[in-house]
């Protein structure tokens, strides 16, 4: 929890260490115990023990008498529902980026801002060589995607200087690792109109990405397009995928009527 939610006096603290406790799954971790919640979060483990009773008997959690282990429960599948049924944009792009994927053989995918992460919310895939899975709600990581760089590159200067802040504090090394970047990402941005990642996040994959120009109901989106690396040098794969994406961000706001 950031110092400034500790100074908003309207700033529920348990229902935040609740929704933390949820965030502690994992696509490799779907089993954690409390102790394990305790380590990821900070808290107590009476503190932990209260919560996660709480979360299993409002339908948040699943609990292993066996084990003693959690699991995410249906609720938080069914409260993901309406946020996703509600975004237009993704049934207007979804026939484009699978056009795109079969293209790139790849995967192009529709992302977000989720605090200090990039989340999927949409994608098509069209090589299962690519080691890394597009799923909806996975999570790419903010300063080592092409996605985060271009989420970081469109937003509003304060905006950007917040979430930067967050992400000094939350995790240094990797701050001080991938930041640099950022001004190249805004150049590219700028001159290109998309954003590349030339392995910095995988080994195996090559990223780009583009912002749509603005916030489409309240959110700012990202188009990401990945391709495995072993299918051409970054180059060329940059000069053919990076402007066929931007192709088709301006395709979904001219549709959506955003232009």
Not at 185 to 194: N, P
Request: hydrophobic share 40%.
């Amino acid at each position: 929890m950031s110092s400034s939610s500790e100074r908003d006096t309207q700033f529920a603290s348990t229902l935040a260490h609740g929704i933390d406790i949820l965030a502690c799954f994992k696509a490799d971790k779907p089993e954690l115990a409390n102790k394990d919640f305790a380590h990821q979060t900070g808290l107590s483990r009476s503190a932990v023990a209260r919560l996660t009773h709480t979360l299993v008997e409002l339908g948040f959690l699943q609990r292993d008498p066996a084990t003693a282990r959690y699991r995410l429960g249906a609720s938080v599948l069914a409260m993901s529902h309406p946020l996703l049924a509600s975004m237009q944009i993704r049934q207007v792009a979804r026939p484009l980026m699978k056009q795109l994927a079969d293209h790139a053989r790849g995967a192009v995918s529709l992302v977000v801002r989720d605090r200090l992460q990039m989340v999927y919310v949409e994608t098509a895939r069209s090589n299962e060589r690519l080691q890394t899975r597009p799923d909806i709600g996975a999570a790419l990581p903010m300063l080592a995607s092409a996605a985060g760089m271009a989420w970081l590159s469109r937003v509003p200067d304060a905006e950007r200087v917040a979430v930067l802040n967050q992400l000094r504090v939350a995790n240094p090394g990797e701050f001080e690792r991938h930041v640099s970047a950022l001004a190249g990402a805004q150049r590219d941005l700028e001159r290109k109109g998309y954003c590349g990642n030339n392995l910095q996040w995988r080994p195996d994959a090559y990223g780009f990405a583009v912002p749509l120009y603005r916030q489409h109901e309240s959110l700012l989106y990202v188009f990401n397009c990945g391709v495995p690396s072993c299918d051409g040098p970054y180059k060329a794969r940059a000069a053919d995928l990076g402007p066929r994406l931007v192709t088709l961000a301006r395709e979904v706001e001219r549709l959506l009527g955003m232009r």
